[in-house]
């Protein structure tokens, strides 16, 4: 994870002692890489827990070695109290505000309000009380009294390191603000390419289903008349170059319309898809099964399919139609007028195959339905 550092560490955080520097340089490390965090708007929970426990440890730590230093450097245990009282009082308002965060499903305000409180607590701790207490540490090792190391400690703070102080920490007070304002509008901006991706998918999904709708049947959900001239004009170029045999098979349903009348449209379109159904179940991987009209379907026998596969599928046609159909509790019972045009022996051009299939199939109607004819038989 890059690191963003909205607390930049510069020379005007020093206190002038090294140990004590190189501590809040690490605090300040940790406070950036939650900034890091929170920016990024991405789910990192488990990092920002492990983050702030690490802060807490290392301040914890620093706070130790800090008064150890200041025990050694004899300063009046009054100081030292208050001093120390600041201490305990940022350890347990950090702990309070990580219970905030975790017990709150408002995680984002909480985060936001746990970024301005430890980059303004920190900033203060640094440039205000530690500051101080070295100015005073810096007078008593020069002899001054604690008393008047404390007055000119204070008047230090009063003057030029006062003035840095005070500017810094308004610095990291609207440097805070400003990324925590960038991440509102980071946040904004990826809500609302959420909501274009999903409007996105919307409209892909609706131009597919209108693309699938324009070449199928919407009952049957089989190819329509468009479609299934284009595949078969497709297939019929390569039966050429393979001088492969095939055949187109018109079918029209004997007895539909009665079912319509008597049972209903509903009853009507559920026999229809059931009929769908049952052809795709009878012919090959390699075939196309198309509904091209109210009751009228065309199924085209690619591969390589002479007269008598032809035959025999049209055979299974025929059968698999005259079996009953269950529609809502009621007993169907149609048949199937089959017309058969091979190709290339009858013609090699689409339209002509259909039109002398549709013939063969007049044929078979009037022959007596529920069978198939050859294009060309007259009986």
Not at 157 to 175: E, L, N
Not at 253 to 265: M, P
Request: charged share 30%; net charge negative.
């Amino acid at each position: 994870m890059s690191e963003i550092e909205i607390f930049p560490w510069s020379p005007h955080f020093s206190v002038g002692v090294e140990e004590i520097d190189s501590q809040h340089q690490e605090l300040v490390r940790i406070l950036n890489e939650i900034c890091s965090c929170v920016l990024s708007t991405k789910d990192y929970d488990e990092t920002i827990d492990k983050l702030f426990y690490d802060l807490i440890a290392y301040t914890k730590f620093h706070f130790n070695s800090e008064e150890a230093f200041l025990r050694s450097c004899g300063v009046p245990d009054t100081l030292f109290v208050e001093h120390k009282a600041n201490h305990d009082g940022l350890v347990a308002e950090a702990h309070a505000l990580k219970d905030k965060y975790d017990g709150d499903p408002n995680k984002d305000t909480n985060l936001e309000e746990m970024l301005t409180t430890l980059v303004l607590w920190l900033t203060k701790h640094i440039l205000e009380e530690d500051m101080r207490m070295c100015a005073l540490i810096s007078y008593m090792s020069k002899g001054v009294s604690p008393d008047e190391a404390l007055s000119k400690a204070d008047q230090e703070m009063q003057g030029a390191k006062g003035t840095v102080a005070r500017v810094m920490g308004s610095m990291m007070q609207v440097s805070s603000a400003s990324v925590l304002e960038l991440r509102r509008e980071i946040a904004f901006r990826r809500k609302l390419e959420d909501r274009l991706q999903e409007e996105i998918l919307v409209r892909k999904t609706a131009e597919k289903k209108l693309e699938f709708l324009a070449e199928h049947d919407p009952l049957t959900n089989l190819p329509n008349r468009r479609l299934f001239d284009n595949l078969v004009e497709a297939a019929l170029k390569l039966s050429k170059r393979n001088r492969s045999e095939n055949a187109l098979l018109f079918i029209d349903i004997d007895g539909f319309k009665a079912i319509n009348d008597t049972l209903g449209h509903k009853a009507g379109d559920a026999l229809l898809i059931s009929i769908a159904r049952r052809m795709e179940g009878v012919v090959r991987e390699s075939d196309v099964v198309a509904r091209v009209g109210g009751d009228e379907f065309t199924i085209y026998l690619g591969g390589n399919c002479p007269r008598d596969g032809a035959c025999k599928i049209a055979e299974k046609v025929v059968a698999a139609i005259a079996q009953p159909f269950d529609l809502d509790g009621h007993q169907a019972q149609v048949g199937a007028s089959v017309g058969i045009a091979l190709y290339p022996t009858d013609s090699v051009n689409l339209d002509e195959l259909v039109r002398q299939a549709d013939e063969a199939m007049y044929v078979a109607k009037k022959s007596g339905k529920n069978s198939y004819r050859l294009a060309g038989t007259n009986t």
